[in-house]
């Protein structure tokens, strides 16, 4: 049974950093791509960034240069995201999807390309 699981989170100042990991297990399928996707109230869910096997990233206009997505090189079925210079627009729920292919979809920052979904974890950015 796939299950991603996502973990980290919490309340920050508007500036400082946080980070969010997330696990995609139960799949035995060579190839896989994971993304962060984030939705506030009363807005849609967007997506924030993405990464498949090879390191290929996608990242959303309005986090380039202060999120990173990394993965973990030996599993490669655990990613990260790194949330630097975090602003109060920052503040939403955060989940990870992910996917079994072999790379980036063409729209990386479409919920649909993704059918399988963490619970999300909560994520504060105070002025």
């Known amino acids: 049974q796939v299950q991603v699981a996502e973990s980290g989170g919490g309340s920050v100042q508007a500036g400082e950093s946080l980070s969010v990991s997330c696990t995609f297990s139960g799949t035995s399928f060579g190839g896989y791509d994971m993304g962060w996707f984030r939705q506030a109230p009363g807005k849609e869910r967007e997506g924030v960034a993405a990464?498949?096997?090879?390191?290929?990233?996608?990242y959303a206009d309005s986090v380039k240069g202060r999120f990173t997505i990394s993965q973990d090189n030996a599993s490669r079925k655990t990613v990260f995201l790194q949330m630097n210079s975090l602003k109060p627009e920052d503040t939403a729920i955060y989940y990870c999807a992910a996917e079994a292919r072999w790379e980036l979809p063409s729209r990386p920052g479409d919920s649909n390309e993704y059918p399988y979904w963490g619970q999300g974890t909560q994520v504060t950015v105070s002025s």
């Open positions: 990464i498949d096997k090879d390191g290929s990233t996608y």
